[in-house]
């Protein structure tokens, strides 16, 4: 039997908690903390589906530790950067290297990365629905935009 793989959708989730200390990019630490039960992908059984995979009541948070950046060439008020960390995903930490890109301002920072991940690599199974039959791709884009200053 093939297995059809579901269409492309988007999930969103307001981001739980999200932190960064330090006085300049050489010495940036942060860390972003997203609850799995808050993301929603405009359909609610798909949503339910969703969080049933991640054990959202068992392992409800998603975190990334910042631990510090390697930043490229400024491009006007844009710096391209790799944010280099340990994400936490369904109680697996992995080693990262996110792309992305950052524009600093008084007070805080606009912060933008977006990568791939597998999800088998959180122990994450994908979803399937009649016996198999139709799947979702394990191989996931996150992208994240935060804007810090002043609340």
Known sequence: ???????DFT????????????????????R?????AEMRTGVGLRDTHLRNAMQADRLP????????VDPGPAHGDTIP?????HLTIHGVTRTVR???WVILRQPGAVVHASF?????EYQVDPPTRFLGA??????????????????
């Open 61 to 68: 948070l998603m975190t990334f530790e910042l631990v510090g």
């Open 116 to 120: 791939p991940i597998d999800m088998r």
């Open 32 to 36: 972003v903390e997203i609850r799995v």
């Open 134 to 151: 139709i799947r979702v791709d394990p191989v996931t884009q996150i992208t994240l935009h935060l804007e810090f200053g002043q609340p």
């Open 1 to 7: 039997m093939k297995a059809t793989k579901v269409n």
């Open 81 to 85: 950067l790799v944010y280099q960390g």
């Open 11 to 30: 999930g969103r989730v307001v981001v739980t908690s999200a932190t960064f200390a330090g006085t300049d990019l050489s010495n940036v630490t942060g």
């Open 98 to 100: 996110v792309p992305g």
